[in-house]
């Protein structure tokens, strides 16, 4: 019940109608601002004394929510706040130590890092400057400790792309994935960090090819391919000149781009010939530049390219490190764009590790059509969904005119 008091009647414990700026007329003015809201119950004396200052007379008060005037009604007690459950944590994947999205973070400072570092011992190589091994060697570090944590992060920003004179980004994709292809062929971590050290550096030998070369926007003429080709050559001359080089480390750069079946170069080395982590190279190499732009031609998406070098096994690249790939990076990589059945279009945003057909996507694109502004994500593992959900069909991002890259952020945050 409603009823209209005198402020010197106000008690604690009333409940306070919301109509106070009409009661406040002429009286505190500016101070108004304190009535506003949808009523409410008065705690404290000092509340009371705000209103008489803000020049209240009468006041409306409703019993039903509060005590009475003159009555001994005593306050309800509030209700005891039940703190929300901690919802369960899933155990983690298998051979992930932290969770995807806080690795996240850490990957992508850890990139930003490693970029700077390559990038000046780049340039060091460049002009025949010595380069900073133990500086390479903390890079290759960080990015195998990331690696170690959680593969599918570092992975995930494989998707990031960037181009630069002396491919920075490129080395830093190639590094990653082969990581995972290792890490997925249960490398031990020391051995990891002389693949990361090496692969980070396994286009070094670019750092002399002639800079017009290097930079043509178009295809090679027969002697320019020629000279591009000797990179993997002139890479094993610069890191000979570097302390604590390993063997391994010279054949990742001469050997990344043999192929199984001796088409590759520069030495046309087949089957056996060509080192395994040579081998896990030129699949990263091949990955990562299928899935980049350039100029004579637009990037390919992930799965697409996944299914070229998967066509390619026994081929061009051994069978086994080609399923070691695919477990790696999931049939459906992070960054692919795909369409469910339920007719959504979703971006995928996290690998399920152990299950490459049915990751976390992100819907962007509404049954009806319609663009979300915030995507939600799915599990499409979830053993519970609220609708059965499941990938359809890749689509090719650059024939919708879509971002790809931008809803992913968005995803992951
Ligand atoms: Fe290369
Ligand atoms: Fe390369």
Redesign the pocket.
């Known amino acids: 019940m409603k009823k209209s008091i005198g402020i010197d009647k106000l008690e604690v414990g009333m409940f306070m109608e919301a109509d106070v700026k009409e009661g406040a007329k002429g009286g505190g003015g500016k101070n108004n601002v304190l009535l506003a809201g949808k009523g409410f119950l008065i705690t404290s004396e000092n509340q009371i004394k705000r209103l008489r200052e803000a020049g209240m007379q009468n006041v409306t008060i409703d019993t039903s929510k509060g005590k009475d005037s003159g009555s001994a009604v005593a306050i309800q007690a509030p209700k005891p706040i039940v703190m929300p459950r901690e919802p369960r944590k899933k155990p983690l994947p298998e051979g992930r130590k932290v969770e995807y999205k806080d690795e996240l973070k850490k990957a992508r400072a850890t990139r930003n890092v490693v970029q700077k570092q390559l990038k000046s011992a780049l340039a060091d190589a460049a002009i025949g400057g010595s380069m900073d091994r133990t500086k390479l060697d903390a890079a290759g570090k960080l990015i195998t400790d990331s690696v170690f944590r959680n593969v599918d992060a570092m992975v995930g920003l494989t998707r990031l792309k960037e181009h630069d004179p002396y491919t920075a980004n490129h080395c830093i994709n190639v590094c990653v994935i082969t990581l995972a292809v290792a890490f997925a062929d249960g490398v031990d971590q020391s051995t990891a960090e002389m693949l990361a050290t090496a692969t980070l550096l396994?286009?070094i030998?670019?750092t002399k090819v002639p800079l017009e070369i290097l930079n043509k926007p178009g295809r090679f003429e027969p002697h320019e391919l020629e000279e591009m080709r000797k990179?993997?050559t002139y890479g094993r001359d610069v890191l000979m000149d570097m302390p604590g080089v390993t063997e391994e480390m010279m054949l990742i750069a001469t050997q990344?781009?043999e192929m199984l079946n001796g088409e590759g170069y520069p030495n046309h080395l087949a089957g056996e010939e060509i080192h395994r982590f040579g081998q896990m190279t030129a699949v990263a190499?091949v990955y990562d530049a299928l899935t980049s732009a350039r100029v004579y031609k637009p990037a390919l998406p992930p799965h697409f390219a996944l299914g070229k070098i998967y066509s390619n096994r026994n081929i061009e690249f051994r069978e086994d490190l080609v399923n070691l790939f695919v477990k790696a990076l999931g049939l459906y990589p992070v960054g692919s764009l795909v369409q469910l059945n339920t007719n959504e279009i979703a971006v995928v945003c996290e690998p399920n590790p152990g299950n490459t057909l049915q990751p976390k996507v992100g819907v962007f694109v509404t049954r009806y059509k319609k663009l979300r502004t915030v995507p939600f994500v799915v599990d499409l593992a979830d053993p519970n969904p609220s609708e059965e959900r499941k990938i359809v069909k890749v689509m090719d991002p650059t024939k919708y005119n879509i971002d790809v890259e931008k809803f992913m952020k968005m995803c992951t945050g």
């Open positions: 396994h286009d030998g670019k990179h993997t990344h781009h190499d």
